[in-house]
């Protein structure tokens, strides 16, 4: 067994409420849930209007399906124009760990 998670931390466009944060975040959070099966929230910086840090998970029987789903979710973040992607962090286990 495998988990792998992936920590985003972001630097939000032209937002100046939590309202407009919120807006902004809910869209990735539940497309990276629809399109890819993952857990995924936003895990850091509820109340600062311009960062947020959305935190990712998955479980797999196989390390290289793993790898490429996780790959696939920094794609779709990095790729969001409404959102500047700082630092990504990647951390893989196995039931070993």
């Given at each position: 067994?495998?988990?792998?998670?992936?920590?985003?931390?972001?630097?939000?466009?032209?937002?100046?409420?939590?309202?407009?944060?919120?807006?902004?975040?809910?869209?990735?959070?539940?497309?990276?849930?629809?399109?890819?099966?993952?857990?995924?929230?936003?895990?850091?910086?509820?109340?600062?209007?311009?960062?947020?840090?959305i935190g990712v998970a998955m479980?797999?029987?196989?390390?290289?399906?793993?790898?490429?789903?996780?790959?696939?979710?920094?794609?779709?973040?990095?790729?969001?124009?409404?959102v500047e992607l700082l630092s990504?962090?990647?951390?893989?286990?196995?039931?070993?760990?």
């Amino acid at each position: 067994m495998y988990v792998g998670t992936l920590s985003f931390d972001l630097l939000l466009g032209d937002v100046r409420s939590l309202k407009e944060k919120r807006s902004v975040v809910k869209p990735i959070v539940a497309e990276l849930q629809r399109k890819f099966s993952v857990s995924a929230a936003e895990v850091s910086g509820q109340d600062l209007h311009r960062r947020a840090e959305i935190g990712v998970a998955m479980v797999s029987g196989d390390q290289g399906h793993l790898s490429d789903v996780l790959d696939r979710c920094e794609r779709l973040v990095a790729a969001r124009p409404e959102v500047e992607l700082l630092s990504v962090r990647r951390r893989l286990h196995t039931d070993e760990d």
